[in-house]
């Protein structure tokens, strides 16, 4: 079992937050020139080539036997494969607005479920500010006004699954990642991705006569440079920060930061787009931070109580 290092578990969630945060502009980028399946095809191909060349480069293998992919293949079942084909075809039928608030229901998700499977004990103070969080989330956008009025309910039903997949891969990774080593499950979690999300686009592209337009895109310098940082840093480098960090800490603890990304995005969005920054984005970020600070510094103290406590009872009479 790993040794916990709560320095580098928190890095490693800030590093996953960031990189998540500012990926949504380069799915911009790529969408402009790509469709949303070949853009997943092509940015797991990156993913999966860049995850080869640092396993050669470090002159280390992973094992593939059967007995190790069926362990993982569950878990990149549900993340990346169910999570972003879920996500994608969502957003088809919603605004990304309305996928910004069902997906602000990760957090939860992810405690009720690790409560249940992983009996992690979540205090009071922890779930507080988790709802804290998730209320900035949905608050920024309930203060912009939005409606759900033009979703239908298969999109709204599609994004819901899609944050339910991202809960259970955390729960998952949370186990796995106690048993098998942190770079070979990312390993294999790219390769999974890539045979998965090339199939669908190459069976898409057979269908419609599209074949021989399979790598057009990589025609365009923009979207090179958006596949680019969405293979290596948003799917590879967040799949093996998010691995490392939920072998260190809780479930629960780690799912907030995917409400940070969004307050990632925002002020992305504004430095780098020119977008406009207005009060509920202050006000719904003020929520994000002290939710996420909350919820850490209340788990970092109970995990100390249970480590003081553990010492007490092993002290002899």
């Known amino acids: 079992m ?150 239908s309910t298969l999109g709204i039903v599609l994004i819901l699954l899609s944050a339910l997949s991202n809960a259970i891969y955390s729960v998952m990774a949370r186990k796995l990642t106690q048993k098998q080593p942190v770079l070979d499950i990312t390993f294999i979690m790219s390769m999974i991705g890539f045979v998965l999300f090339n199939l669908m686009s190459v069976v898409q592209h057979a269908a419609q006569g599209t074949l021989a337009h399979y790598f057009d895109p990589f025609l365009h310098p923009s979207f090179v440079w958006a596949v680019l940082y969405l293979g290596v840093l948003s799917s590879l480098g967040t799949t093996l920060l998010s691995n490392y960090a939920l072998s260190q800490m809780e479930a629960s603890r780690m799912s907030i930061f995917n409400n940070l990304a969004t307050v990632v995005t925002i002020f992305g969005g504004v430095a780098f787009l020119n977008e406009e920054l207005a009060y509920y984005h202050v006000i719904g970020a003020a929520l994000v931070i002290i939710g996420v600070i909350g919820t850490s510094l209340a788990g970092r103290s109970k995990s100390a109580s249970r480590k003081a406590l553990g010492r007490n009872e092993s002290k002899p009479a």
Request: proline content about 4%.
């Open 2 to 151: 790993n040794t916990p290092n709560t320095s580098r578990a928190y890095a490693a969630a800030l590093g996953y937050t960031v990189i998540i945060g500012f990926s949504f502009m380069f799915v911009k980028l790529a969408l402009i020139v790509s469709n949303p399946l070949d853009t997943l095809a092509h940015r797991f191909t990156i993913s999966f080539i860049a995850a080869s060349l640092a396993l050669l480069i470090a002159r280390r293998k992973v094992p593939l036997d059967l007995k190790r992919l069926l362990t993982i293949v569950p878990l990149a079942i549900f993340y990346p494969f169910l999570f972003f084909t879920l996500q994608t075809f969502g957003l088809v039928y919603t605004s990304s607005a309305e996928a910004g608030i069902i997906h602000a229901t990760v957090p939860i998700f992810t405690m009720v479920l690790a409560s249940l499977l992983l009996k992690e004990r979540s205090s009071w103070a922890q779930k507080l500010f988790t709802v804290l969080s998730v209320t900035g989330i949905i608050s920024i956008f309930v203060l912009k006004g939005i409606s759900f009025e033009t979703s």
